[in-house]
């Protein structure tokens, strides 16, 4: 049996899936996808080449592990965000808010632009479905405020967010931007837009 280096196998293999990411996304940030082979992410994250098989099947899975690997983590902050929140107002200041905190404090950037270049159609469909549970949270919120047109009012607050978290990509300070989204989101709001 080969030696693990954790506590149990579990642990041992998520750590090696953990290493086996990192070094994609070193390799990625370094030299773009060209530079993404099974070789060199074997190399760098120190694991025999033929071993790697044992954690994804090719190296288009490992690009999408790359891809959507914050996803969990920020569906979650902004989860836990909204439902602190007190009103379905705040709730969606809260969503705007998370999201582009979210965009600041990870790789929102390098992975979009991956997303958009590299990804084979079933991988871009589970990034779409990931989306989707995200802005789902928006929905319930808005739901909740009684609005005509709730499906537009999501897609223009969604279209605030995703315009913020460009300019955040392109290296706007997130204070000021989540500031200037937050008021744009309570004006739109506001009781005399219904």
């Known amino acids: 049996m080969p030696k693990i280096e954790a506590g149990s196998v579990r642990e041992h293999r998520a750590q090696r899936l953990a290493r086996l990411i990192d070094a994609a996304e070193e390799l990625l ?10 070789g060199a992410v074997a190399a760098r994250a120190g694991i025999a ?3 790697i098989y044992r954690y994804f099947d090719s190296i288009e899975d490992l690009l999408e592990l790359v891809v959507t690997r914050e996803f969990p983590a920020w569906i979650a902050e902004v989860e836990q965000a909204v439902a602190a929140a007190a009103t379905p107002e705040e709730q969606v200041v809260a969503y705007v808010r998370a999201n582009l905190e979210q965009a600041a404090r990870g790789t929102h950037g390098r992975r979009a632009s991956l997303s958009r270049a590299s990804l084979s159609p079933s991988t871009r469909e589970r990034v779409r479905n990931l989306h989707t549970a995200l802005h789902e949270v928006l929905a319930r919120a808005v739901r909740e405020l009684g609005r005509p ?5 999501v897609a223009v607050l969604q279209a605030v ?7 955040i990509d392109q290296g706007d300070e997130l204070a000021t931007v989540s500031d200037f989204a937050a008021g744009a989101v309570r004006r739109l709001l506001a009781p005399d837009h219904r």
Do not use: K, M, W, Y
């Open 29 to 38: 940030a370094e030299g773009g996808v060209e530079s993404l082979t099974a």
């Open 49 to 51: 080449r033929n071993s």
């Open 149 to 153: 047109q709730p499906e537009l009012t």
């Open 161 to 167: 967010v995703d315009g913020c978290i460009r300019r």
